[in-house]
């Protein structure tokens, strides 16, 4: 047996996730625990969560909507959780063979960490409840060189029944686990060599991103098969950093991308402290001249910083903080308007407020541009602007009108306090 003495140090704490693809059949098992193996002797104290092998999720799910009858929800979730269950026991089994003390947890113990509400498919983890089972259970095991395996993906109620959280279900077991046990690095191994450029399957030449923060990966609005989902992220403390490999490498050291920093979980509302003009240009099928695009953006932010910018066939809104340079900064873009043949003609619209709701909240949160637009016409506040932007819409109104409009806003989304 490997009888390696591991320090408390929570610094040498690492959560692995092991996507499905990465444990899919019993060679990529192999080099997965070997993997562990390698950062157990290397001090890691380390902390296994494990995906459905494979596809396995989806052939239940689609064995599961085979009827043209409705399986009960908590069924589902019950019959849905054994593609993880199994992997749990599976990875454990091929963890001792390498000589390594290991425990799975199942969510029919008592141990069971990941505690979550009624919401079946969709639960939302209870994280008090989490972090107390977590260290009541999983964290003494690391003092006594047992590495925990656990099933990512589901919880179980307070009544014990089992659930599953959903999509990036995994994820998110991760990175609850990370907090609780206060890990400063969490790995995802997966099919990917990290973040790429683009998509490799479409573009060949795609490029591995070294360093990537949270706000830059939700602003690239990816469906989330490549990426960790919106949902997980809101439980990734910021602390923590994140580290995506392939499978391919078999070494949880080598390179691949890491995401730092944290995002809110639930909706927040700000209010930029100067006043914002909007400077509109019409123009002949501007949208596909994107040299001309470019100097008039360039030419702008010599100046002026950029709040936003709006695009269509003919016409450009591009939204400046304003400043004592703006009317330097106006007369230069009309300079381009009438020397431009592809430009007709300008309108700038001055003191607007500019209003930023964001947070990982958003893209659950349906209907909420209408309830924004709703509460502000109520109260004959004009909405001059808005624009969606992945996961933060920004909305311009009158400067005079912006603090008041700022807390509509706070309370037709009902932000957290």
């Known amino acids: 047996m490997l009888d390696s003495s591991r320090s408390a140090d929570t610094s040498k704490r690492v959560i692995v996730k092991f996507g499905g693809t990465s444990i899919a059949d019993p060679n990529r098992i192999t080099r997965a625990t070997s993997s562990i193996v390698k950062a157990v002797k290397s001090g890691k104290e380390v902390i296994v969560v494990v ?52 425990k799975y947890f199942d969510p029919s113990d008592n141990t069971w960490p990941i505690i979550t509400d009624d919401n079946y498919s969709n639960a939302n983890p209870i994280l008090d409840e989490c972090e107390k089972k977590v260290k009541d259970f999983v964290e003494p095991l690391l ?42 690095e969490v790995i995802m191994v997966t099919d990917s060599n990290g973040i790429m450029t683009a998509d490799p399957k479409l573009i060949p030449d795609a490029q591995r991103i070294p360093e990537i923060s949270i706000d830059s990966l939700l602003s690239l609005a990816d469906s989330g098969k490549k990426f960790i989902h919106r949902k997980a992220l809101k439980y990734k403390a910021p602390e923590s950093n994140v580290k995506v490999i392939s499978h391919m490498n078999g070494d949880l050291s080598a390179k691949g991308t ?11 509302v700000e209010l930029e402290n100067s006043s914002i003009a909007s400077v509109t240009i019409i123009g002949n099928r501007i949208s596909e001249k994107p040299k001309l695009i470019y100097g008039l953006i360039r030419k702008i932010k010599r100046n002026q910083d950029l709040a936003g910018l709006s695009l269509n066939y003919n016409s ?37 407020g500019f209003i930023k709701i964001k947070g990982s909240g958003l893209e659950e949160a ?8 709703e509460s502000l016409m109520v109260n004959d506040i004009n909405i001059f602007g808005i624009l969606t932007i992945t996961s933060s819409i920004l909305v311009f109104v009158d400067w005079k009108s912006a603090k008041k409009s700022k807390e509509l806003i706070k309370k037709a989304i009902g932000e957290d306090k």
């Not at 349906?366 to 637009?373: A, E, F």
Request: proline share 1%.
């Open 51 to 102: 995906s459905a092998m494979g596809k396995t999720t989806d052939e239940l799910l689609s064995i599961l909507h085979s009827t043209n009858k409705s399986i009960d929800r908590e069924d589902e979730d019950d019959i849905l959780s054994m593609g993880e269950r199994i992997s749990a026991r599976i990875f454990t089994a091929f963890l001792k063979t390498e000589g390594l003390k290991s």
């Open 143 to 184: 003092s006594k060189n047992i590495v925990p395996v656990i099933a990512g993906f589901i919880g179980k109620t307070k009544s014990g029944k089992i659930s599953t959280i959903g999509r990036g279900g995994s994820d998110t077991t991760a990175f609850i686990l990370a907090k609780a046990l206060k890990s400063n």
């Open 258 to 268: 890491i995401i730092t920093g944290g995002i809110r979980s639930n909706l927040n």
């Open 316 to 352: 450009i809104i591009i939204y400046v903080i304003e400043n004592r340079n703006l009317e330097s900064t106006l007369k230069a873009i009309h300079d381009d308007v009438k020397s431009s043949k592809d430009l007709i003609s300008m309108t700038i619209r001055k003191k607007l």
């Open 366 to 373: 349906p209907g909420i541009i209408g309830k924004i637009s």
